[in-house]
């Protein structure tokens, strides 16, 4: 047995591994996690900014995730819910990965997803090195391709939301060649910024890096994550970075 974990795009040589045609591979894809947005209020109106997209990640022609954004993800936030923390991520080996905060009480029913409430911001896996960025409000998740924290809160019937997560994709893989296999990694989204003016969305991640943040004065707040690096924090600009994707593969 063997595994290999991608954090960046990279390439998949089977032959390195000792692997010979015939053997059987099993892939876990998981796309590069959503900004989180920033909400603006203010006497002349509310302004909103979105969190950038994250990209997908893939395994060759073979299998690939999407990364997370408003309509795609492993943990898509519902409508009209104002959930401001990031929805979480993949965490190798943990079974109670992913989930949605909860944004009545705060609590990260699954572990790793950012808490909607400030003062229940410990998790169970905070500090864990891949998620989403945080905010001076509230938690980006964590894992990899968690979503990124939503900046200033939101109200319902609208989108402002903290960033949701990347696809996760299982697939096994019978080796019909030995020839090198493209490995890609999406990066996460950037934390979108607004101001009385208005919003300015993250840019999209790609598969070799994060999105920067919608401040652009300094995109490197709420810059999305890569490389095993998570979201960057949004502080009191932007919304949080989202994470990195990955690839895993196991023989």
């Not at 390195?16 to 989180?36: M, P, R, S, Y």
């Not at 943990?94 to 997803?113: C, F, H, I, K, M």
């Not at 934390?191 to 490197?220: C, L, P, R």
Request: proline share 2%.
């Amino acid at each position: 047995m063997g595994m290999a974990i991608f954090e960046s795009s990279s390439n998949f040589n089977p032959a390195n591994h000792g692997l010979k045609i015939g053997d059987e591979i099993n892939v876990i894809c998981v796309g590069g996690g959503q900004g989180g947005m920033h909400f603006y209020s203010s006497a002349d109106g509310s302004k909103a900014g979105d969190g950038g997209n994250g990209a997908a990640s893939s395994f060759g022609n073979i299998v690939t995730a999407k990364g997370g954004s408003q309509t795609t993800g492993q943990y898509i936030k519902p409508p009209n819910r104002n959930i401001i923390g990031g929805s979480g991520g993949f965490i190798l080996g943990v079974n109670d990965w992913g989930g949605l905060a909860n944004v009545d009480t705060g609590e990260q029913p699954a572990g790793s997803a950012g808490a909607s409430d400030a003062s229940k911001k410990s998790g169970k896996y905070d500090g864990y090195k891949n998620g989403g960025g945080h905010t001076y409000t509230t938690n980006g998740g964590n894992g990899y391709g968690a979503g990124g924290a939503n900046l200033g809160g939101g109200e319902p019937g609208h989108s402002w939301k903290g960033g949701n997560s990347g696809e996760v994709v299982f697939k096994t893989h019978k080796l019909t060649s030995l020839s090198t296999i493209a490995v890609s990694v999406g990066g996460g989204g950037g934390g979108g910024y607004a101001n009385s003016v208005m919003g300015y969305a993250g840019k999209q991640g790609t598969t070799s890096g994060g999105g920067d943040g919608g401040y652009s004065s300094n995109a490197e707040y709420g810059k999305g994550g890569y490389g095993g690096i998570r979201g960057a924090y949004g502080s009191s600009v932007t919304g949080g970075g989202g994470a990195g994707g990955c690839v895993i593969v196991f023989w």
